[in-house]
């Protein structure tokens, strides 16, 4: 029983392909779960509805969105088990924002991604002007541990997602990071094992393999993710990812309906 709860498609403007193209290969892949988590609106960057054309949907398609979900939920009744998502933006400071946007919405889960410090996105090739890998590394671990707090999310997405870009300057376990594992930890939010750090060349998952051995000793539930901008990367990787988290000491993993959590063995898969 395995879930790929994290995918895309053109909505977001860099991803291709239409959500039903996502779920035809979840079906073919023998997955039990699919969960669609295109890229939620950008609203900390100004009042322009459509700020990042190449980087997020519109504010006013996010209806369309969720309509299109349903439907093809509706269309795959019977084959697999669709789920409701999104993937928001975390930014700091904006916790009742985003707890507010989410609530009136019948997702099944809500994926928390920390992609801003500010108005500097974690994936740009340079770091913002007068800062250094050290306290940019700090900045995002206390904007990881207010994102777990908010209760707005009950996924935390690629938790080392800084390294994308060679901008994460601990590769290590540091104090802080401990710190910030016990805090997810005790929040009771999960984490994912997102496999497109595979695919980018990294040589890793997010989060690295240290990193996700921590999170297992502290008890922090986690979920599978492929991150997938292409149909065809649905599920990538997750023969690894599942090796990797029995070699860590997972057990299960966790898999949301309506917003609540469930625990899923790991022993049969
Ligand atoms: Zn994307
Ligand atoms: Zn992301």
Redesign the pocket.
Known sequence: MLVDYHT?HHR?G??TGQMAEYVETAVAAGLSEIGLS??SPIYHLGPDPHVRPG??MSQHEFAAYLREMDEVREQFAGRIQVRLGV?SDYVLGWDEHYRELWRPHPLDYVIGSVHWLGEWNIFSPSLPEGRSPADIYQEYLHTTQAAARSGAYDILGHLDALKTRGHLAELGITPLLEETVRVIAESGVAIELNTSGWRKGLGEPYPSEAWLALCCHHGVPVTLGS?A?RPQDVGAGFAEAVALLKRVGYKSIVRFELRQQFEVPLGGI
């Open positions: 895309h977001c860099h991803a295109d890229h980087t997020a993937e991150d901008h």
